[in-house]
């Protein structure tokens, strides 16, 4: 690859974040190297793994990428690592190598499982998942528990629940090391948005709280910026399409595929988000899925400052209009349901 062509793709993944005072940060995706970190991607032979992968070994923030699979990992690393870039590329295939593709990791990103197909429910997906995201926690406790934890294994809004519970029962949990990925829902809101209001993407920060999953998702476009004064009726649509953004793709693949490009996006700005916290970087603020007091829920997506642990402060919703209060209320017994059948699943099984 030429370094023209990796300046451009880094150039493109520019976006926006809010510090707590409320001034728009232009980060651009990291362009400088750092200390050494390792980066664990499981499940990345799939659709989302495959271009996470790319994504990461285009940080030169990671100086090891470690990629696990159940199969077809080796094929690739071979493939990523010939990219000139700094990090050096490992590969691993099957259960008896996860403790060495874990074994000193800082971030373990975690897209494994099956993606949503026409039809599928998040229930159907649950029953898939749930056991692949407990396997797979219950080694990162053993092998790399001090890891930052990014969970992206539909559904969400259980399996982070899920991966406390394992990390509980083994001693290791540490809500500031626990994110569930919700960064998709922040993409899809900004770009929506901008679309709209006619204003360049690049510049507009949307915060998105809840959940992950359809009603759960609830932007905040009351808070957007730029502001832009768009009519009720906009603001409702642009909120169910921010809700159904992931039905759209899945739609509109015809049963071939799910959203694996954007997730992987949005997987890689959350992870460079992270590194940068970890590194010191200050006012680094995503939305994401976390352990919460915000809310009477125990599991709440706003926005989150990243930092060397990890969370650094939950930060609260701030003003809502009465369109957002009404989606909130709307959304909490849903979610509520979802984080507990994800602790009971963790209990029994």
């Known amino acids: 690859m030429k370094v023209s062509m990796l300046r451009s793709v880094q150039s493109a993944l520019k976006r926006t974040s809010s510090s707590t005072g409320g001034h728009i940060l232009r980060r651009d995706f990291s362009s400088e190297s750092g200390p050494n970190r390792k980066v664990a991607v499981l499940g990345a032979a799939g659709g989302i793994g495959q271009p996470l992968a790319l994504l990461m070994k285009l940080n030169p923030l990671v100086s090891h990428l470690s990629l696990y699979d159940i199969a077809g990992t080796p094929g690739v690393a071979a493939d990523v690592s010939h990219i000139n870039t700094r990090s050096e590329v490992k590969g691993y295939a099957g259960e008896e190598n996860l403790a060495e593709a874990l074994d000193g990791a800082d971030i373990v990103i975690i897209p494994a499982g099956v993606p949503r197909k026409p039809g599928m429910t998040r229930d159907d997906l649950f029953n898939i998942n749930a056991g692949i995201v407990k396997s797979l926690c219950t080694a990162i406790a053993k092998y790399c528990p001090h890891a930052l934890v990014n969970m992206i294994s539909n559904p969400v809004n259980s399996t982070v629940p899920i991966a406390a519970e394992v990390f509980k029962k083994a001693g290791t949990y540490d809500e500031k090391r626990l994110f569930g990925v919700t960064t998709l829902d922040v993409v899809r809101a ?3 948005y901008a679309g709209k209001a006619k204003v360049p993407v690049a510049g507009v920060n949307v915060p998105v709280v809840g959940g992950h999953a359809g009603v759960t998702i609830l932007p905040l476009f009351s808070q957007a910026t730029p502001k832009a004064n768009l009519p009720h009726e906009e603001i409702i649509a642009l909120t169910k399409r921010t809700q159904d953004g992931g039905t759209e793709v899945v ?3 015809a049963g071939k595929g799910s959203a694996t490009l954007s ?3 949005a997987g890689a ?6 590194l940068k916290g970890l590194n010191g970087v200050p006012d680094v603020v995503e939305c994401s899925y976390v352990q919460s007091t915000i809310t009477e829920l125990p599991f709440f997506a706003s926005k ?13 919703l701030g003003a809502l209009s009465d369109f957002e209060k009404e989606g909130l209320e709307k959304l909490k017994p849903e979610l509520q349901s979802s984080i507990e059948k994800g602790i009971k699943f963790a209990s029994q099984s």
């Open 190 to 192: 900004k770009t929506f």
């Open 251 to 253: 739609e509109a693949k």
């Open 263 to 265: 997730m992987a996006y």
């Open 269 to 274: 700005i959350f992870a460079d988000a992270c």
């Open 304 to 316: 989150v400052r990243l930092g060397k642990n990890g969370v650094e402060e939950v930060l609260g």
